[in-house]
């Protein structure tokens, strides 16, 4: 049986506390942690809310979540992906496997394609043929070119050529997947270093972006990985992706806090259109169940 949510949490400490003593700080930090926060965040976190609630005798459960929206709201990083028009603008996608990267290319093509934006999505993953053959169904579906060379070569290269075919329409976006390097191998990232480099001299001034897709329902499993690939090459924005009710959403505050990394987008299904920019006023609401 899933764990309860945040939000869940909330409600029942508000049911079983005198409000606000010791016991319901102490375990509304648990609750912050057990959903995702990040334990150093928690405490500062319910630290704060405990003396605000003190100074201005706050009680009532309302004013309690309102202060507590208020606080998380602050933590939670967002921006907006605008690529230029008339530019070449390069978006590398960066992740662990399994977290839907492949999936998270297709809908970002799909989304700037609709605003009018000439795009090419680049098959970067070149170590696995099923990655490719999947971006190329993508391709096919959506009527978008994908680049692609053979299996095992240079993914750099790949890029490369995407971002010459690019300049050569005209300007418009590649949205470049990349293989599913894992964190702790240190020759994989060495490896996203070069990739980082081909990416970053093919796009124009100001128009490259390397955008990390993590899993929602992993928590701090996607802190630490956004942390290993920040470090690596630097990390302008993430995609959330598996975005649902099983998932607690803490990780984005934490990412945002530890990191100052920014969400650009929230994905909640498989369709091509569920993807939406993120909102921060509605990620606090749906965390804390308002």
Same mark, same amino acid.
């Given at each position: 049986m899933p764990k309860a949510s945040f939000a869940e949490r909330l409600k029942s400490l508000f049911g079983s506390h005198k409000i606000p003593d010791d016991d319901f700080f102490d375990d509304l930090t648990d609750a912050l942690i057990e959903g995702d926060v990040g334990a150093k965040n928690s405490v500062e976190l319910i630290d704060m809310l405990r003396e605000k609630c003190r100074k201005e005798r706050i009680s009532g459960e309302e004013q309690i979540v309102s202060a507590l929206e208020e606080m998380l709201l602050e933590y939670v990083r967002v921006t907006d992906l605008n690529p230029e028009p008339g530019k070449v603008n390069v978006y590398l996608l #960066?992740?662990?496997?399994?977290?839907?990267? @492949? @999936? &998270?290319?297709?809908? #970002? &093509?799909?989304?700037y394609s609709k605003k009018g934006m000439g795009v090419i999505m680049a098959a970067g993953d070149t170590f696995r043929a099923a990655a490719v053959d999947q971006l190329c169904m993508h391709g096919d579906r959506l009527g978008i070119r994908v680049v692609?060379?053979?299996?095992? &070569?240079?993914?750099?290269?790949?890029?490369?050529?995407?971002g010459e075919a690019c300049r050569a329409a005209g300007g418009g976006i590649v949205i470049a997947d990349t293989a599913g390097r894992l964190h702790n191998k240190e020759n994989l990232v060495n490896e996203l270093k070069k990739i980082d480099r081909v990416a970053g001299s093919r796009a124009d001034t100001g128009c490259y972006r390397k955008i990390l897709v993590v899993d929602a329902t992993t928590g701090q499993n996607a802190v630490r990985q956004a942390e290993v690939f920040n470090e690596a090459v630097g990390v302008d924005a993430v995609i959330l992706t598996k975005y649902d009710s099983t998932a607690k959403g803490g990780e984005v505050i934490a990412i945002g806090k530890e990191l100052g990394i920014p969400v650009a987008f929230v994905c909640t299904g498989e369709g091509y259109t569920d993807i939406a920019p993120m909102d921060a006023s509605r990620y606090v609401k749906d965390f804390l169940g308002i």
């Open positions: #960066l992740g662990v496997n399994g977290v839907g990267k @492949t @999936t &998270s290319a297709a809908k #970002l &093509s799909d989304f692609r060379h053979q299996m095992g &070569s240079d993914p750099g290269a790949v890029i490369f050529d995407a």
